[in-house]
């Protein structure tokens, strides 16, 4: 039973981190319904960045929390600075083209991004440190749940509480929806849609950017290469929700972390991918639109 | 009386097919003024012209407000458009049907208001307020068209006339010096289009200038002060109603060649 829980809460850690990346992906295809295969390369600049301010202030002698939250804002701030940069420069220019260039675009900022850092970082795994201390109050429970994973279960459930209320409530929020719903009447009733779009870019990024921090600080490594695969797993994670749904997405998260845990914990780890990807293709068989999408209907 | 809007000579073509050529229209303040004649005229292509979703090939649209003089309009983007005083509703049902309809009405207050990112963050005192006045305004707006019981259902629950004046709600919202309502009202029932007729008079004796695209010609007879009729992309008429009741060219385009036969 033991097993099972300590199990569970790694899923959810995982799963915590893809639901992050996922947002992006989900919230972007809501409005433009375009799939941003760059957003794992924000993610993984998200964690480049976290790196270089936490080791500098480090040096310094900084008290732990500060590194965290100056990391952290700083990783934020810059990957939005290059989720704003992507669209402005990558999509905008052919948002009328047929749905199929933006998509090469992007992948092609994708490979272009992880290159740009693989030339002006590294190609060798960096050790990241260690930022988030253990807690006295966790040892009793420690062999099962870290204090990392519950840092970063925690810190996503309220972020995710805090995006949800500012959609619900906002007066962005509510551009948000209604250029998801109906970009032209959007613009008629007066909202600026080139805004709206680069402040989803924003917001999506700077979720992205939190997760790398987050899970870099878990894990304890980073590499230039860390944002593809983040990137697939939380791509299926936002499909398998229903993409374009926002609680779906946090739902996909969650469910691919679990079944990703369960399978290395009782079968073996080799066949994560294969369980994670069965998954997605089973929810695809018998629910296309995904757990919590709408079926898509064609606008006339 | 002032000049609201006043286009001039506005020409649009695609390629070789020239779907308005040289119109003129203008319009005073607190006037309701019909656009009409058969399908295909170039109605709706106008209405696309004037509020920036397509940009004329030549010509000019002025808005007088208020507030300003004399903008130009052409080659503006729609939201600018919005944001200078007009509003338009479609044909079609446009609503944001997953939002409330007080929300679908709060999204019409977006221009009107400044609150940011950054504000909804830290919940500020101003963004506190403007939301609050946001609520008011969007809920007086509602009474006034008769939807204030329905506020919190979902616009798409709305029965069809409903929504219909919901359109015209969320335009009021954006404070339109100009009200632009293409085919109002398209599918209604007698019933219906009555209660339309006394909302749109309700809100021109209120001061509102309407410029109206509308099949029903009751009730553009009934309603409008001045009349111009496109045929294939050219005015061939303008005039009271009593005028363009009695045009022959007029009754020749809705009718046919063999009409006075």
């Known amino acids: 039973m033991e097993y099972f829980i300590e199990l569970f ?17 989900t919230m972007v295809y809501g409005i433009i319904g375009l799939i941003n295969f760059a957003h794992g390369e924000i993610y993984m600049i998200g964690a480049f960045t976290a790196y270089v ?31 704003y940069t992507i669209e402005k420069v990558a999509y905008k220019p052919i948002r009328h083209a047929p749905r199929l260039s933006p998509l090469i675009s992007a992948i092609g900022m994708s490979i272009f991004l992880q290159n740009y850092v693989l030339l002006a970082q590294t190609s060798d795994f960096l050790a990241f440190p260690e930022l988030i201390p253990d807690f006295e109050f966790m040892e009793p429970i420690a062999h099962i749940v870290g204090t990392t994973d519950m840092v970063i279960i925690v810190s996503t459930i309220v972020i995710m509480l805090l995006l949800t209320l500012f959609i619900k409530k ?12 109906d970009r032209t009447m959007a613009k008629l009733i007066g909202i600026n849609v080139d805004q709206v779009i680069s402040v989803t870019f924003i917001i999506g990024s700077a979720l992205a950017a939190l997760g790398g921090l987050l899970i870099a600080s878990h894990i304890g490594q980073i590499n230039f290469y860390i944002g593809f695969i983040a990137g697939i797993k939380a791509f299926t994670a936002a499909v398998l929700g229903g993409i374009g749904s926002i609680p779906g997405a946090v739902l996909g998260g969650f469910i691919l972390g679990l079944t990703e845990s369960f399978a290395t914990g009782y079968v073996s780890s080799d066949y994560e991918d294969v369980f994670a990807f069965s998954l997605l293709v089973l929810i695809l068989i018998f629910k296309p639109s995904g757990l919590l999408g709408k079926a898509e209907v064609q606008k006339v | 009386m ?41 109605k709706t292509t106008f209405f696309n012209c004037v509020t920036g979703i397509y940009k004329p090939t030549s010509g000019d649209v002025l808005l007088n407000t208020p507030k300003t003089k004399n903008i130009r309009l052409n080659g503006l983007k729609p939201n600018q458009v919005t944001i200078k005083g007009m509003a338009r509703t479609f044909q079609n049902i446009r609503l944001f049907q997953s939002m409330s309809v007080l929300e679908n009405v709060m999204i019409g207050r977006h221009c009107r208001t400044k ?26 707006i509602l009474q006034k068209i008769g939807l204030e019981v329905s506020a919190n259902e979902l616009a ?4 069809y006339g409903e929504q219909r004046r919901l359109e015209i709600a969320r335009a009021l919202a954006t404070e339109p010096a100009l009200l632009l309502l293409d085919e109002p009202a398209a599918g209604m029932n007698p019933q219906e289009t009555q ?3 006394a909302l749109i008079l309700r809100l021109q ?29 050219t005015l061939i008429a303008t005039g009271t109603p009593q005028e363009i009741r009695n045009n022959p060219t007029v009754i020749k385009a809705y009718l046919g060649e063999g009409a006075d036969a």
């Open chain 2, 2 to 42: 002032s000049l609201i809007l006043d286009v001039k000579k506005l020409s649009m073509r695609f390629g070789g097919i020239h779907a308005l050529t040289d119109v003129d229209l203008q319009i005073s303040s607190g006037e309701i003024v019909a656009l009409i004649g058969p399908n295909g005229a170039g």
């Open chain 1, 9 to 25: 809460f790694s899923g959810l850690t995982r799963g915590s981190i893809y639901a992050l990346i996922a947002l992006g992906y």
């Open chain 2, 205 to 233: 004796q209120e001061g509102q200038a309407i410029l109206l695209i509308e099949h029903d010609m009751k009730l553009v007879m009934n309603l409008s002060h001045r009349i111009y009729v496109l045929d294939y992309g």
């Open chain 2, 195 to 197: 209660d339309l007729e």
């Open chain 2, 115 to 140: 609150s940011f990112i950054f504000g909804a963050a830290f919940r500020t005192k101003f963004t506190r307020e403007e939301e609050q006045q946001t609520i008011e305004k969007s809920y007086a």
């Open chain 1, 53 to 83: 301010i936490a080791t500098v202030l480090g040096i310094y002698g900084f008290p732990v929390l500060a590194i965290i939250v100056l990391a952290g804002l700083a990783a934020a701030i810059w990957s939005s600075a290059y989720g």
């Open chain 2, 156 to 159: 798409s629950n709305l029965s």
């Open chain 1, 170 to 181: 906002s007066r962005t929020g509510k551009a948000m929806r209604a250029t998801a719903q």
